[in-house]
Each structure stands twice: as structure tokens, then as C-alpha cells.
């Protein structure tokens, strides 16, 4: 606050903060009143379709980032009319930047943003790498920025099929304790369902992740394989009532009791 009691923050910035009292763990019934302006950085499987669900909750897509060819008809198909900007020119358009690129590139890009004066403050700063919580925001956090970090928990395909996988999936949530209500906004925003993740526990939550996925590929691709080397020609058909069930149960069961457990066939 400046001398004489005038507010000396800009008006983004005000706008930005004053949205952040409004915000709650449940979805804002005045769509106006929550509504941002968000940009994406990475046009890859999951930016484009994290873009798509804010859209669908009423938030304005103010512009993506796309490099490849195959990324710009990916942000082209999923968000018709998007323009596809710049990293800079997103961050500079947008109240919420959301970061959609591999784990191993975000402090980089974190980094390069903070050494070129493009962070606002009051801006909403998110990324989607499971193994990072908000520390790898720490070069944006003089320029004032509110750091997230928020990761869905599905096997993203880079298509509209994922807003149904979102429905069913949960959100790791992190954020410094004030910040907290505004993460489980946008991931109910988001049609999924937020679980609070703390910074010393990302990367324990991201090899779980990383374990869930790797060895479920493994066992499909494995049985597949030898159901196939006896001349089943749908080896998928065959052993995918077996794989879902097994799966179901084996989740009911952690959920009851966390101990091991064996599988009966018959």
C-alpha cells in the first residue's frame, strides 16, 4: 500500500488477487466472476485438453504454444480458434499460465521466463509434472507470481477422450496453504476430483505414478504377446476381463486393506 492509502498494485494484478478471495474448492456458480484468462505452454498430449476442460467451465483460452507440426494440428483440433502464440506472448496475455512440458524442462523454462522480466505479478503460474511441486517456481516468485502445481492422474491421449478419463481420475494438488482453495477449484473445474499433495511427498507420489503406468503396460504387453504366440488372434478380448477385473478388485481391496493379496481365477 502506498503512502495516502492508494493501492500501488496494477490493475491485473488487483483483478488477479480479487479472483482469489472467490474462488472455492467447489465450481463458482458466476462463471463471470471466476472467469480468467488463460495460456498454455506445450501443446503436447496434455495441454491442449487441460485447455479444453478450463474452456468447458467457462474460462477464456487467451493462447497456446506449439512448436512441432504435430503439436500445432493437435492445439489446432482441440481448441478451434485458439490463437498459437509464443511462450513469451502467452505469458504476457494471460492471468493463469499453465505449464503442459516434461518434468525435465520446466526449471529451464521456469528460469529463462524470470530472466527476461515475462511473469506478472498476481499471475497464476501452474504446471502438470508430477516429480515437481512449487519450489521449481522459485526464480518467477520475486516478479510476485502465485505458484501451483496440479497433476491428473490418467494416461493422457491427446484427444477429446481424455475429459471422460479426467471425470473419473484425481488431481495432485500443491500449493502453499493460501493457494490451496484455487488448485481444488480448477481441478473440479476440471471434472476431477483434488487430492492434496505435499512438496516433500512429490516425488514419492511421482514414482508411484510412474510404477502404476510402467507395469500395467508390462502386463498387457506381456500377456498379449504369449496369447498371441498360441494363435489368438484378439489376445486383447481374451485376457481384458481378466486385467480389469483383477485390477478392480485388487483397488477395492487396497482401499479396505492394504496388505497383500492373492488372485483366483477360479
Do not use: K
Request: aromatic share 2%; with cysteine; charged share 20%.
Amino acid at each position: 500500500m502506498a503512502d495516502g492509502g492508494a493501492d500501488a498494485r496494477s490493475p491485473a494484478e488487483r483483478r488477479c488477487l480479487s479472483r482469489r478471495a472467490e474462488w472455492r474448492p467447489t465450481v463458482n456458480p458466476d462463471r463471470e466472476a471466476s472467469r480468467l484468462g488463460v495460456g498454455i505452454i506445450g501443446a503436447g498430449r496434455v495441454g491442449p485438453v487441460l485447455a479444453r476442460a478450463l474452456a468447458g467451465a467457462g474460462h477464456a483460452i487467451t493462447g497456446i504454444s506449439a512448436v512441432s507440426e504435430t503439436s500445432r494440428e493437435r492445439a489446432e483440433s482441440m481448441l478451434p480458434g485458439v490463437p498459437i502464440l509464443e511462450v513469451a506472448e502467452v505469458v504476457r496475455r494471460s492471468e493463469l499460465v499453465l505449464i503442459a512440458i516434461p518434468g525435465s524442462e520446466l526449471p529451464g523454462l521456469v528460469a529463462g521466463l524470470a530472466a527476461t522480466g515475462a511473469w506478472q505479478p498476481g499471475q497464476l503460474a501452474i504446471h502438470t509434472a508430477p516429480e515437481h511441486g512449487i519450489g521449481v517456481f522459485a526464480p518467477a516468485l520475486a516478479a510476485g507470481v502465485i505458484p501451483l502445481a496440479l497433476h491428473p492422474a490418467i494416461v493422457f491421449t491427446g484427444t477429446s477422450l481424455d475429459l471422460t478419463r479426467l471425470s473419473e481420475a484425481t488431481i495432485a494438488v500443491t500449493a502453499p496453504a493460501p493457494v490451496l482453495p484455487i488448485g481444488q477449484a480448477l481441478a473440479v473445474e476440471m471434472g476431477a476430483e483434488p487430492i492434496i499433495v505435499s512438496e516433500q511427498d512429490r516425488p514419492a507420489y511421482a514414482d508411484a505414478m510412474l510404477a502404476a503406468a510402467e507395469l500395467s503396460q508390462a502386463v498387457v504387453r506381456q500377456t498379449t504377446d504369449a496369447l498371441r504366440s498360441i494363435g489368438i488372434e484378439r489376445p486383447d478380448r481374451a485376457v481384458g476381463g481378466v486385467l480389469r477385473a483383477a485390477m478392480e478388485e485388487e483397488l477395492l481391496r487396497a482401499v479396505a486393506d492394504p496388505g497383500p493379496s492373492g488372485i483366483e481365477l477360479s
